[in-house]
């Protein structure tokens, strides 16, 4: 049996192969460039040192790499080694850092056991991942691209900064960056009347109250205002105009990628396990999935191990009489930063996981620890029903009974006070008195006083 050590770069791979003793049997470099198939020579290189040549164990740094997942593809054992234990143990040699002396290195370590088995996922749970991460990226550039557009606002236009509140998108909503495309400036926005701003919501996909949000827009922008040179302003929209194209490009990709996700998740075989959480949706249920992956009973020998690697397992340190707690950082940061908001959802969805989060801030933890506590719960129950095939069940996740006197139940505070819907009845009686007057007077929205005060049902 021959234990192999791979040392990839952008340009070539430098390999290295021990025998059972780690004796050095062999070495080259694959250039890229030379060979088509990078695999395919490497093959013919190992064909010609043993019998069983094809049971030889490969290791590398990057299990993500073409060449390593190839090699998966066709059977060949890869296992991973860590690049930073890989970096100590070279300090700790001595060993002068280069390509083939890190080929040779990475072999030993195989050889001695200091490596990881590479666990795939099944095709579609490896789609999943790549569909998560490219919407994750997806979000994040339209996050970066609105803090652009803000910070080039603020300077020139500071009244369109606040225009359009957070319930609407803000900067990023639809609505923003079609009136803002229209008019970059502040001269042209005073310019629209409220006929064209009516029209350009209604083309931004608004169909309620467009001639009163007109009017506020109209207002707004006509109000007086401190305004630049025209020459330069005229600059200034140029940019406005540019970063505003930025940002609905970003809005537009990462709305085609959710789509994407979507459909890719609810094919997922453990789509049905995931949704059945109260509190995760179609965005934190992928990422959820994404990370675990499909076959979890082979990555994680328990459920602890899978709380570790998420990083909702503190690392405890004791010495004597010193015991000390910490977080564990040697973790996946996506899958722990998913798990923390799939935490704060589910204490507000599931009647079990709010109680809990409760006494565990009753008990005096923060609330990212007591969050922190609701995730692992979360992780452990996730492995649970995925390998034993059994359905989510918010009662058995959190061991309460449902049917009992003192079973959990949801409390969510109240949008309006008893006082204040008496107060809103007594106001809608006074002739002429309309909904959103009676919203404005109480700090509330239209929808609040439809629903709690009139019973009205949710309109979409």
Request: with cysteine.
């Amino acid at each position: 049996m021959l234990f192999a050590g791979c040392d990839w770069s952008d340009q070539w791979l430098d390999i290295a192969v021990l025998d059972r003793a780690g004796v050095l049997v062999a070495e080259t470099r694959i250039f890229y460039a030379e060979h088509s198939d990078p695999v395919a020579a490497y093959l013919d290189f190992l064909a010609p040192l043993a019998r069983r040549w094809r049971s030889t164990v490969t290791g590398i740094e990057e299990v993500n790499l073409l060449f390593a997942r190839a090699l998966r593809a066709l059977g060949m054992t890869v296992v991973h080694v860590d690049p930073a234990l890989a970096a100590r143990h070279r300090a700790a040699r001595g060993i002068a850092k280069s390509d083939r002396a890190d080929a040779q290195l990475i072999a030993a370590m195989v050889l001695a056991g200091t490596s990881r088995p590479v666990v795939d996922s099944s095709p579609q749970g490896r789609a999943l991942r790549t569909i998560a991460h490219a919407h994750r990226s997806a979000v994040e550039d339209r996050a970066r691209a609105v803090h652009r557009l803000r910070a080039g606002l603020v300077p020139v236009w500071s009244a369109a900064v606040t225009a359009w509140p957070s319930n609407v998108g803000g900067l990023a909503g639809a609505q923003a960056r079609t009136v803002l495309a229209a008019a970059p400036g502040p001269r042209a926005a005073a310019r629209l009347t409220r006929t064209h701003l009516a029209r350009l919501l209604a083309q931004a996909g608004r169909s309620r109250r467009l001639e009163d949000e007109a009017e506020r827009l109209h207002l707004l922008f006509r109000r007086p205002a401190m305004l630049l040179d025209p020459a330069e302003e005229d600059a200034e929209s140029i940019r406005i105009r540019d970063l505003v194209a930025e940002v609905d490009h970003a809005a537009h990709r990462a709305e085609k990628l959710k789509e994407d996700l979507r459909r890719c998740y609810e094919s997922h075989q453990y789509y049905c396990v995931v949704d059945a959480v109260p509190g995760i949706g179609t965005i934190l249920g992928a990422y959820l999935l994404a990370e675990i992956g499909d076959r979890p009973a082979d990555r994680f020998a328990t459920g602890r191990a899978l709380a570790a690697y998420a990083g909702v397992a503190p690392v405890t340190w004791a010495s004597g009489t010193v015991t000390r707690v910490s977080l564990r950082r040697s973790s996946s940061t996506v899958l722990r930063s998913t798990l923390h908001t799939a935490a704060f959802c589910m204490a507000m969805h599931s009647p079990g996981a709010q109680r809990y989060y409760r006494r565990r801030r009753e008990a005096g933890d923060l609330h990212a620890t007591a969050l922190r506590k609701v995730g692992r719960r979360l992780v452990l129950c996730l492995y649970h029903c995925m390998t034993t095939g059994r359905p989510y069940d918010d009662a058995r996740a959190f061991a309460y009974d449902p049917a009992a006197e003192d079973a959990p139940t949801l409390n969510r505070k109240a949008p309006l006070s008893a006082e204040k819907i008496e107060r809103a009845r007594a106001m809608l009686a006074v002739p002429h008195t309309s909904v959103r007057s009676v919203a404005i007077a109480l700090g509330v929205s239209g929808q609040t006083i439809s629903r709690h005060v009139l019973g009205r049902p949710r309109t979409p």
